[in-house]
């Protein structure tokens, strides 16, 4: 399967590239995503040529992340001068920098005069590489919690529980009485597949223990009290406490949670900012009726949401990279990333659009959002973090299944984690 799913995204791109022989100045632009997101992009791209007379090609990419992904690398790897410039997951950020495949923004930013307090943290944490600023965020993303503010009145709580203990207490209570009306009512969705989102979600529990990915001086860290414990935890949510239901380890990534969710079958939600606007749609069950708040803590941690979102690169074999900067100063400016918010329901990769008044009018949730982008806990920023997380996903993934303990998974993560370090040190 994933050897055909390769094949496909070769063909993809060689078709996609060819098209694009000889097109002179246009500029090549790929991105992915959704219907009504290429449709969107296609209208903010005609724009973008009125405005400068400067042609922008899209490259539609296929909508799974990881597709995305395989298909950038097979053109970057190549050398190839399309795409000039491409939208990348958070997690890529620093592998593609590492691979020297980003072409550095420094002395564009100074050119164009782009002001950089604009925009959140995220830009020092994630879009240096070697102290080199290789991209900027379009689109932020961090885990929060979603929660049925009607139930929750309804028996008693004026707020969403700060803690876990106090959360798992809650979420019981209310699932009790809940299942008498509907027998598959479930107190708490989360992501547990194995997958990306699992590691994401993860890092939350245990971050908000003290825990974590601890780094030092090329030694890994995952195997501590505060992770096991948190991965204890995420165990007993399903197994123990059973607020989760038994599918989270084999089925539940974003959609499947998001979807469940929205029919009215839980009373706690773990998911992205996305569903916010899908929740509120004409044809959800939970319109009107929900609400959202940072992730609980356990009782001597605090909140912690793991970053996510999509930053916008140019690449170093692009054969117009001035123009290609001028694009990409186009889709961070304020009135595009206005735009995005307000068309495509987008978290905006700068902080200044979430004072806009239009903007929260359409959208009041963002002004709870900007202070957990804020505090958002970015995923190691390693060129080889790709291959570190699917060592955590594969041993995270088989502690909830019950197949290792959580002391055992972590210890067998920790171990092969660092001989992926010691390959890559030895390059």
Same mark, same amino acid.
């Given at each position: 399967?994933?050897?055909?799913?390769?094949?496909?995204?070769?063909?993809?791109?060689?078709?996609?590239?060819?098209?694009?022989?000889?097109?002179?100045?246009?500029?090549?632009?790929?991105?992915?995503?959704?219907?009504?997101?290429?449709?969107?992009?296609?209208?903010?791209?005609?724009?973008?040529?009125?405005?400068?007379?400067?042609?922008?090609?899209?490259?539609?990419?296929?909508?799974?992340?990881?597709?995305?992904?395989?298909?950038?690398?097979?053109?970057?790897?190549?050398?190839?001068?399309?795409?000039?410039?491409?939208?990348?997951?958070?997690?890529?950020?620093?592998?593609?920098?590492?691979?020297?495949?980003?072409?550095?923004?420094?002395?564009?930013?100074?050119?164009?005069?782009?002001?950089?307090?604009?925009?959140?943290?995220?830009?020092?944490?994630?879009?240096?590489?070697?102290?080199?600023?290789?991209?900027?965020?379009?689109?932020?993303?961090?885990?929060?919690?979603?929660?049925?503010?009607?139930?929750?009145?309804?028996?008693?709580?004026?707020?969403?529980?700060?803690?876990?203990?106090?959360?798992?207490?809650?979420?019981?209570?209310?699932?009790?009485?809940?299942?008498?009306?509907?027998?598959?009512?479930?107190?708490?969705?989360?992501?547990?597949?194995?997958?990306?989102?699992?590691?994401?979600?993860?890092?939350?529990?245990?971050?908000?223990?003290?825990?974590?990915?601890?780094?030092?001086?090329?030694?890994?860290?995952?195997?501590?009290?505060?992770?096991?414990?948190?991965?204890?935890?995420?165990?007993?949510?399903?197994?123990?406490?059973?607020?989760?239901?038994?599918?989270?380890?084999?089925?539940?990534?974003?959609?499947?949670?998001?979807?469940?969710?929205?029919?009215?079958? @839980? *009373?706690?939600?773990? =998911?992205? #900012? $996305?569903?916010?606007?899908?929740? !509120?749609?004409?044809?959800? %069950?939970?319109?009107?009726?929900?609400?959202?708040?940072?992730?609980?803590?356990?009782?001597?941690?605090?909140?912690?949401?793991?970053?996510?979102?999509?930053?916008?690169?140019?690449?170093?074999?692009?054969?117009?990279?001035?123009?290609?900067?001028?694009?990409?100063?186009?889709?961070?400016?304020?009135?595009?990333?206005?735009?995005?918010?307000?068309?495509?329901?987008?978290?905006?990769?700068?902080?200044?659009?979430?004072?806009?008044?239009?903007?929260?009018?359409?959208?009041?949730?963002?002004?709870?959002?900007?202070?957990?982008?804020?505090? @958002? *806990?970015?995923?190691? =920023?390693? #060129? $080889?973090?790709?291959?570190?997380? !699917?060592?955590?996903?594969? %041993?995270?993934?088989?502690?909830?299944?019950?197949?290792?303990?959580?002391?055992?998974?972590?210890?067998?993560?920790?171990?092969?984690?660092?001989?992926?370090?010691?390959?890559?040190?030895?390059?």
């Amino acid at each position: 399967m994933y050897r055909e799913s390769l094949i496909l995204i070769i063909s993809f791109f060689a078709v996609s590239f060819a098209g694009c022989r000889g097109t002179g100045d246009a500029v090549t632009f790929a991105v992915g995503g959704a219907p009504n997101e290429i449709e969107f992009w296609e209208k903010l791209v005609n724009e973008f040529t009125r405005q400068t007379g400067i042609k922008v090609i899209i490259l539609r990419q296929p909508t799974d992340t990881d597709q995305r992904r395989q298909g950038l690398v097979i053109s970057l790897k190549a050398g190839k001068s399309d795409p000039d410039v491409f939208l990348m997951d958070v997690a890529w950020v620093a592998q593609f920098g590492a691979s020297e495949w980003l072409e550095p923004l420094d002395d564009y930013i100074k050119k164009e005069n782009l002001n950089l307090d604009d925009f959140f943290n995220i830009v020092n944490l994630v879009d240096r590489y070697k102290d080199r600023l290789i991209a900027l965020p379009v689109y932020i993303d961090a885990g929060i919690l979603y929660y049925r503010k009607d139930l929750l009145k309804k028996y008693g709580y004026s707020e969403p529980p700060e803690t876990w203990g106090e959360f798992v207490d809650c979420a019981l209570k209310i699932q009790k009485s809940m299942r008498k009306i509907k027998p598959n009512f479930y107190g708490f969705l989360w992501q547990g597949a194995q997958y990306e989102g699992l590691v994401c979600n993860w890092l939350e529990f245990a971050a908000s223990n003290g825990g974590g990915i601890i780094l030092k001086e090329g030694k890994i860290k995952l195997n501590l009290p505060s992770n096991v414990k948190a991965l204890q935890f995420m165990f007993d949510l399903i197994h123990t406490y059973k607020i989760s239901p038994p599918n989270t380890f084999t089925e539940m990534k974003e959609e499947e949670v998001r979807i469940s969710f929205q029919r009215g079958d @839980a *009373l706690f939600e773990r =998911n992205w #900012p $996305y569903a916010w606007a899908l929740h !509120q749609s004409e044809d959800s %069950y939970v319109k009107g009726k929900v609400d959202i708040a940072p992730l609980p803590h356990f009782a001597s941690g605090k909140s912690v949401s793991t970053l996510g979102g999509w930053h916008i690169g140019i690449s170093k074999y692009s054969d117009a990279k001035s123009k290609a900067f001028k694009f990409l100063k186009f889709v961070v400016s304020y009135t595009t990333q206005k735009k995005l918010a307000l068309k495509l329901g987008w978290n905006p990769g700068r902080k200044d659009v979430y004072n806009d008044q239009e903007v929260l009018e359409r959208l009041p949730h963002l002004a709870k959002l900007k202070s957990v982008f804020e505090n @958002a *806990l970015p995923r190691p =920023n390693l #060129p $080889y973090y790709t291959q570190i997380s !699917q060592v955590l996903q594969h %041993y995270i993934n088989a502690a909830l299944s019950g197949k290792l303990t959580p002391e055992v998974a972590l210890s067998r993560a920790e171990k092969e984690a660092q001989n992926v370090i010691k390959r890559y040190e030895r390059k």
